[in-house]
């Protein structure tokens, strides 16, 4: 019970966000929902509603709302769908990871960043935000302290392009959903952030982005397992340490990515009747406006101003290799 009073009042801001959200949506629906819930959530969070109390609630709706949605998302798709990102789907999303861990460990020593805050912010850029830097920071045993700016810059990095991929993809592919769903999967952070740039575009760009993004996220443990390696071994230690916490299980693969691929399945093979698929959906997309909703209010503008020259620096400039790699990739990949 202390934990749901905890959770509500930042719950019931968000689904309250969200809801607003839907209804405007009605009268001015080229916005659609999914943009007016994190401008409205990042307009209340920001001026009236940013207080600690509201804090858990949001991080709930943001984080397990929108597992949900993903989770019902795969209620609605079939193995024939995750199939149309085939081979060069693949190919370009572990050439992009590669790239983004590279450039993140590389750009970090020039500017003189320790060993752990290059490999955190190396993860989290290439995987999924947050939740690889969570799994990374024990691996390598870095502090709360790196972890909380990485997390934060990270965070501040895919807010950024979050807004900035929906108008380059616009310019230079005019919202082909495949090129599209490719640069907003392949390089956005968390996966809020995607679902929500993928929402500014459609509804089949936003799948199917989802789509190479649970790709990434299965790559967790491998991305993890290599930086640990790589920390280790430049410190003269044995490997051994972080093999071990990878086989205890430290490092998981998100529930909801399993769940995903268990109704994809469950779809695949027709056991979920039309009726009940279309509710999935409609249930799918309010949990996400209402995630999207937390996202906004989420978003700490101080805290964007406050990050230092050089730290602010580093993530503009992985942003910069994300998406010039991103579009040398989609080029030779997808034409």
Same mark, same amino acid.
């Given at each position: 019970?202390?934990? %749901?009073?905890?959770? #509500?009042?930042?719950?019931?801001?968000?689904?309250?966000?969200?809801?607003?959200? #839907?209804?405007? =949506?009605?009268?001015?629906? /080229?916005?659609?929902?999914?943009?007016?819930?994190?401008?409205?959530?990042? $307009?209340?969070? +920001?001026?009236?509603?940013?207080?600690?109390?509201?804090?858990?609630?949001?991080?709930? =709706?943001?984080?397990? *709302?929108?597992?949900?949605?993903?989770?019902?998302?795969?209620?609605?798709?079939?193995? &024939?769908?995750?199939?149309?990102?085939?081979?060069?789907?693949?190919?370009?999303?572990?050439?992009?990871?590669?790239?983004?861990?590279?450039?993140?460990?590389?750009?970090?020593?020039?500017?003189?960043? &320790?060993? @752990?805050?290059?490999?955190?912010?190396? &993860?989290? @850029?290439?995987?999924?935000?947050?939740?690889?830097?969570?799994?990374?920071?024990?691996?390598?045993?870095?502090?709360?302290?790196? /972890?909380?700016?990485?997390?934060?810059?990270? +965070?501040?990095?895919?807010? $950024?392009?979050?807004?900035?991929?929906?108008?380059?993809?616009?310019?230079?592919?005019?919202?082909?959903?495949?090129?599209?769903?490719?640069?907003?999967?392949?390089?956005?952070?968390?996966?809020?952030?995607?679902?929500? &740039?993928?929402?500014?575009?459609?509804?089949?760009?936003?799948?199917? =982005?989802?789509?190479?993004?649970?790709?990434?996220?299965?790559?967790?443990?491998?991305?993890? $397992?290599?930086?640990?390696? #790589?920390?280790?071994?430049?410190? +003269?230690?044995?490997?051994?340490?972080?093999?071990?916490? %990878?086989?205890?299980?430290?490092?998981? %693969?998100?529930?909801?990515?399993?769940?995903?691929?268990?109704?994809?399945?469950?779809?695949?093979?027709? *056991?979920?009747?039309?009726?009940?698929? =279309?509710?999935?959906?409609?249930?799918?997309?309010?949990?996400?406006?209402?995630?999207?909703?937390?996202?906004? *209010?989420?978003? +700490?503008?101080?805290? *964007?101003?406050?990050?230092?020259?050089?730290?602010?620096?580093?993530?503009?400039?992985?942003?910069?290799?994300? #998406?010039?790699?991103?579009?040398?990739?989609?080029?030779?990949?997808?034409?």
């Amino acid at each position: 019970m202390k934990d %749901i009073k905890k959770i #509500l009042p930042g719950l019931i801001v968000s689904i309250g966000i969200g809801l607003i959200s #839907l209804f405007l =949506a009605k009268f001015i629906p /080229k916005l659609g929902a999914a943009t007016i819930a994190i401008f409205l959530g990042m $307009f209340v969070g +920001n001026l009236f509603l940013g207080q600690e109390v509201f804090q858990k609630g949001y991080k709930f =709706a943001e984080s397990d *709302l929108l597992a949900y949605s993903i989770v019902l998302l795969g209620g609605t798709i079939s193995m &024939s769908t995750l199939m149309e990102l085939g081979w060069n789907g693949l190919i370009f999303i572990m050439l992009q990871m590669s790239v983004t861990i590279v450039a993140a460990l590389y750009i970090g020593k020039k500017l003189g960043f &320790s060993d @752990n805050f290059r490999y955190l912010m190396a &993860s989290g @850029n290439a995987v999924c935000g947050s939740s690889a830097i969570a799994a990374t920071a024990p691996v390598i045993d870095a502090d709360d302290k790196e /972890k909380g700016i990485a997390i934060t810059m990270v +965070n501040v990095t895919g807010i $950024f392009l979050m807004f900035i991929i929906p108008v380059v993809t616009d310019l230079l592919y005019g919202h082909e959903t495949i090129k599209t769903s490719a640069m907003t999967g392949g390089i956005l952070q968390s996966v809020g952030q995607v679902v929500a &740039s993928g929402a500014m575009v459609s509804e089949p760009v936003k799948d199917l =982005a989802t789509l190479f993004k649970i790709l990434r996220v299965i790559l967790l443990v491998v991305v993890v $397992f290599i930086l640990g390696q #790589l920390k280790h071994q430049s410190d +003269n230690k044995n490997v051994k340490k972080e093999t071990e916490d %990878i086989k205890v299980g430290r490092v998981k %693969i998100p529930w909801y990515v399993i769940g995903f691929f268990v109704m994809c399945i469950i779809s695949t093979i027709h *056991l979920i009747p039309t009726g009940v698929s =279309a509710i999935f959906k409609s249930v799918s997309n309010y949990f996400e406006v209402i995630a999207l909703a937390a996202i906004g *209010l989420k978003v +700490n503008v101080r805290d *964007l101003i406050r990050q230092g020259k050089a730290v602010s620096l580093y993530g503009m400039f992985i942003g910069c290799v994300q #998406l010039a790699c991103a579009i040398i990739l989609i080029t030779f990949l997808f034409n």
